[in-house]
């Protein structure tokens, strides 16, 4: 790890200020991400700058038919929220199931967007519910925001502030989990929403994609068996991993099939 | 009977320090003055070294030094030696390769330490490194055993052509030969022992410090075996004799054998002392373990059993190839041969067996013992087999068995392959665990698993091991270096506490309790006034150190023995007290009576009385209560039994999950139960990592894959079920505890039980192979392949 400077803003402004002026600096939520790669010399940022001294990013709440989630509250307190639990029971699940305890405990809603991994479980939910991405400027829609593989629409000095979820009348995710690592090979998030069912895919391509096909044949009939008749484009599964383009293809059906039995 | 003696579950009295955290382990030892190093490692699988430039690394902030092959050759530095020989079959010696400390002129595997950083703070050091400019001319490389066998492979040594380090067999080929053209029945199979990291949650370290008005070396070292780390750097690398030199192992955080051997790092860190003027310190990070510490396994073989028509085992013939990786590590030559294919024979009647096995080089990290280290491979390709046999002649799995175990009246045993085993019931622990996991109402367990859509399987695994390793003179005849006794000081204190000194080395199995309980057993004095020493060559007389599950069997007769030669010169003592004959004193319970009185002296009185001679048989006996001993064992030790296995299999998926394991092993006499349970709860999770999880995954170019533990699967609390351990005791007959040994146990018998249940729950959907490990997606393919679908 290399020397740093380090930075604890009180406020999204004075955040973005130090992000303008320091061209090669990171924002540091959680860590959980940044510093094992910071550990690895694999990033060498000239500045780190602290979102934790920053007050209102830490809560939940419900907004008409919104639910809100502040970009620095944990994955933790999103499993075990009691708002989550009783809104979307789905997402909370998907929250409970990142990681291990250590890394609910300080891995941040926020930090896990703005980092993107590919395999990361939040992607597939946000996709799946629709979810806003507020940032410091802008609100960004769930299919807008990821690029590819840790890419995001964020500007380099963009803040993610929090998460808006419409709440759907169901959901549910499933993951085949790494045995390792635990991340996601495949993880599928399906939601019967107000604007027809949405289904997400995380883990098994370079980004995170919908399934189409599948949601229009649940939008007419919501049952699992239509899991069964789902096509994956090769073309949206990773290459070149551990798991087979073959295997990610059969995972993807079999999780969305266990999504879909979970939300009955 | 005392009740801190023989089979009471005595609670660890080393737990108190290390569940505080306050462990004293190698990186916890700092020296004043103090330097780091820190290497620089190939990336290069196989890469010529056209030269290195450490100007820009020297200018860097706190640089000390950087240090390279060339100035190892120029220091004549010896390189790291194997410690065994292997003969090839025509008689000629295996090649062994040079083996530089820092690599001079080539790097052979991704991982070989190339320069060396020496810097004021590690994090000085570790920056430094990244800046030592190397410039590598890459070869073609080869990581794979039948890669490295093919024609036109690239090369690893010029000295070993087809890579083949040496061409070995044991067994009598004609007998074999001639049973096979007899035969009614030959099963064959192929098999892949899949290569394993050893992974101690204590990576390695090592800190030196020359003392130049001294001339005096001290190591700090993370060792299983701080006397032959001592030996071997006193003999061949460091060059300096032993009395100059000190090697200290203190708390050690496991070791599965990864620990044993000499490492480079160790005598670098004490040569670059002398050079720099400053203890240096050198801590290895997860990722950098990954690419030096020995690993284990990596076998291919071919292996075919001749049986007569109503399944009677007549002969086994095997081919192995075993990879050795890019030098020969301490051990490694002795691994595949005489901890292999000895065991061939398993606990069954085998009249005939030929084993051939060829090591091979590879540009891979070297291979050596882990964890069980030859006999897991002997195990997995035996009953793999066995279980093939069965299902090829219709006949059961454990009756199969059952009727090829060597039975009770039939010890000593001798083997086609040179063991000869001494005592063991293999019927009574294959009985007992089939009890334990309820075997009758297995049907009842599938049906139910198949309501929740799982498919069910249950596997079997009855083995032997050998272990308490060995006697000096065979293993000294078989190739070895060094002779594999034990050595024990015994000392008395006046007051009549104790302290032992042993050669053996704890690293997670519980020596300062059990050891303790060995002395309670024979002077009854309270654990708590027993304290056990290890790990420091300046005050352990010497010693071979903790590995082949030896340290109670082995170390714990050289106690035997030092506290029998206590308890004589006790007697000529208490005689003088009592004034009675030397013959008629008997000690027991921690007392000297006079034969049939009621005349007695305590144990305490005698020590005491050693100490201050005032009434005392002082012409004929000296002052003091101290003795010490040396035990070479006669054999080697056999624990065996029968492990069980119950998975389900999630068909959609091909996850797999133990469900239950029953264990019923024969380890000899034991000391603590609770220890014993834990050493097997131990050796059952890294079977099951190994059948499941774990493995050293290379490209073909020699890049592993799988270095760190987001890719490398380690078994966790929860991909584990509840074991049930049962243990069935018949004594070791010729060593004096009756000890056989038990920390390898589960990692040599549940491997094969594992994959033997995953292909019993498969076997439906006609899946007959499957390899280690068995994880989800290879299981879906079996599934794919065997039912003719697209996979």
Redesign the interface.
């Known amino acids: 790890?290399?020397n740093f400077e380090f930075h604890r803003p009180q406020s999204v402004a004075d955040a973005v200020t130090l992000l303008k002026g320091h061209e090669a600096a990171k924002l540091l939520a959680g860590g959980q991400s940044l510093l094992p790669v910071l550990k690895?010399?694999l990033a060498q940022p000239s500045d780190l700058v602290s979102l934790a001294k920053i007050p209102g990013l830490k809560e939940i709440r419900s907004e008409g038919n919104d639910l809100v989630i502040g970009a620095l509250v944990t994955h933790d307190e999103v499993a075990n929220s009691a708002e989550v639990k009783k809104r979307i029971p789905g997402l909370a699940g998907l929250a409970g199931g990142i990681g291990d305890a250590q890394i609910r405990n300080r891995g941040t809603i926020g930090g896990s967007l703005a980092h993107a991994d590919p395999a990361a479980d939040y992607p597939a939910a946000i996709v799946a519910l629709g979810a806003t991405i507020v940032t410091d400027r802008r609100q960004i829609a769930a299919d807008d925001y990821f690029k590819g593989l840790f890419q995001t629409a964020l500007e380099p000095d963009e803040i993610i502030t929090a998460v808006r979820f419409p709440v759907p009348e169901r959901s549910a995710y499933a993951k085949?989990p790494?045995?390792?690592?635990k991340y996601a090979v495949a993880g599928v998030m399906v939601a019967k929403t107000a604007g027809g069912v949405r289904v997400a895919v995380t883990g098994a391509g370079p980004k995170v994609f919908r399934l189409p096909a599948l949601e229009a044949s649940l939008g007419g009939n919501f049952a699992w068996r239509a899991a069964e008749a789902v096509e994956v484009s090769p073309g949206d599964l990773r290459t070149g991993g551990?798991?087979?383009p073959?295997?990610l293809a059969?995972?993807i059906k079999?999780m969305a099939k266990r999504a879909i039995q979970a939300c009955q | 009977m005392s009740d801190q003696g023989l089979g009471v579950s005595v609670a660890r009295k080393e737990d108190r320090r290390f569940l505080l955290g306050k462990g004293r382990y190698t990186d916890d030892v700092s020296l004043p003055g103090q330097a780091h190093a820190v290497f620089v490692r190939s990336p290069h699988a196989n890469a010529v070294i056209r030269g290195i430039d450490a100007s820009q690394a020297l200018q860097a902030p706190g640089v000390i030094a950087v240090l390279t092959g060339a100035d190892v050759a120029a220091d004549d530095l010896g390189g790291i030696p194997c410690g065994w020989t292997i003969t090839n079959k025509d008689g000629s010696k295996m090649v062994a390769p040079p083996h530089p400390a820092l690599a001079q002129g080539k790097a052979r595997h991704a991982g070989d330490p190339v320069a060396m950083v020496i810097a004021e703070t590690r994090a000085q050091a570790k920056d430094a490194a990244q800046l030592v400019d190397v410039d590598y001319d890459p070869q073609p490389a080869v990581a794979h055993l039948n890669a490295a066998v093919a024609p036109g492979a690239p090369q690893v040594w010029d000295e070993a052509p087809g890579n083949v380090c040496f061409d070995w067999h044991l067994g009598d080929p004609a007998a074999t030969e001639a049973e096979f053209a007899q035969a009614a029945r030959v099963v064959a199979i192929d098999l892949t022992n899949n290569r394993i990291a050893p992974n101690a949650i204590e990576p390695r370290a090592a800190n030196g410090h020359y003392d130049d008005v001294n001339d005096h070396y001290t190591l700090y070292t993370t060792s299983q075996n701080p006397h032959l780390i001592r030996l071997l750097m006193g003999a061949f690398t460091l060059k300096v004799p032993e009395h100059k030199l000190r090697v200290v192992a203190p708390d050690v955080g496991g070791g599965f054998g990864s620990k044993i051997f000499h490492y480079a790092e160790e005598l670098l860190v004490l040569w670059a002392s002398r050079r720099v003027g400053h203890p240096v310190k050198w801590t290895s990070d997860r990722s950098e373990a990954f690419l030096s510490d020995a690993h284990g396994r990596d076998h291919v073989s071919h292996a075919e059993l001749a049986l007569t028509a109503d399944g009677k085992f007549r002969a086994l013939r095997v081919r192995t190839l075993a990879n050795m990786g890019a030098y020969l590590s301490t051990f490694a030559p002795a691994i595949p041969t005489y901890l292999h294919a000895t065991l061939l024979s398993g606990p069954y009647v085998l009249p005939a067996i030929y084993a051939e096995v060829k090591a091979i080089f590879t540009n891979t990290v070297p291979v050596d013992a882990v964890r069980g280290a030859g006999r897991p491979e002997a195990t997995y390709l035996l009953e793999r087999l066995v279980d093939k046999a069965a299902r090829e002649l219709g006949i059961d799995r454990v009756e199969i068995r059952r009727k090829n175990l060597i039975q009770p009246d039939q010890f000593p045993y001798q083997t086609p392959v040179a063991l000869q085993y001494d005592v063991g019931d293999y019927p009574a622990t294959l009985d007992m665990a089939l009890e334990a996991i309820d075997y009758g109402k297995y049907a009842e367990r599938k049906a139910a698993s198949e309501q929740r859509g799982k498919l069910r399987g249950f596997g079997i695994s009855t083995y032997i091991e050998a272990c308490g390793i060995a006697p000096s003179a065979l293993v000294g005849a078989l190739g070895a270096g060094a002779g594999l006794y034990e050595a024990a000081t015994v000392r008395v204190h006046p007051t009549g506490s104790v302290t032992v000194f042993t050669g053996t080395h704890s690293h997670g199995q519980g020596h300062e309790t059990t050891f303790a309980q060995l002395v309670n057993e024979r002077l009854g004095i309270p654990v708590e006034n027993v304290e056990i020493v290890h790990g420091d060559t300046d005050r352990i007389p010497f010693g071979m150190g903790t590995y082949g599950s030896r340290s109670a069997a082995v170390g714990g007769s050289a106690i035997y023995k030092a506290i029998d030669k206590i308890v004589d010169k006790g007697k000529k003592i208490a005689a003088h007290l009592l004034e009675a004959s030397v013959a008629d004193i008997e000690f027991a319970d921690g007392k000297y009576k006079v034969a049939g009185t009621d005349r007695e002296k305590s144990f305490g009185e005698v020590a005491f009385t050693a100490y201050v001679p005032h009434n005392y048989p002082i012409e004929t006996v000296e002052p003091g209560l101290e003795d010490s001993a040396f035990y070479d064992p006669k054999n080697f030790t056999f624990p065996g039994g029968c492990h069980l296995v119950e998975v389900e299999v999630d068909p959609e998926t091909g996850e797999v999950d133990v469900v239950d394991v029953a264990i019923a092993d024969d380890v000899g006499v034991i000391i603590n139960p609770m220890i014993v349970d834990g050493q097997a709860h131990g050796g059952l999770a890294h079977g099951i990592g190994q059948a499941l999880l774990e493995e050293c995954v290379y490209d073909a170019d020699g890049q592993l894959l799988s270095g760190s533990f987001m890719n490398y699967t380690m078994p966790r609390a929860a991909d584990l079920p509840s074991f049930k351990v049962g243990n069935h005791v018949t004594a070791c007959t010729h060593n004096p505890t009756g000890i056989k040994g038990v920390g390898e146990v589960g990692a040599i018998g549940v491997p094969p039980a594992v994959i033997n249940a995953v292909l019993d729950a498969l076997a439906p959907l006609g899946v007959t192979d499957i390899t280690m490990p068995a994880t989800p997606e290879k299981v879906w393919r079996a599934i794919q392949a065997a039912q003719g679908g697209a996979a």
């Open positions: 790890m290399k690895l010399d085949f790494h045995p390792a690592s551990e798991a087979s073959e295997y059969h995972l079999v």
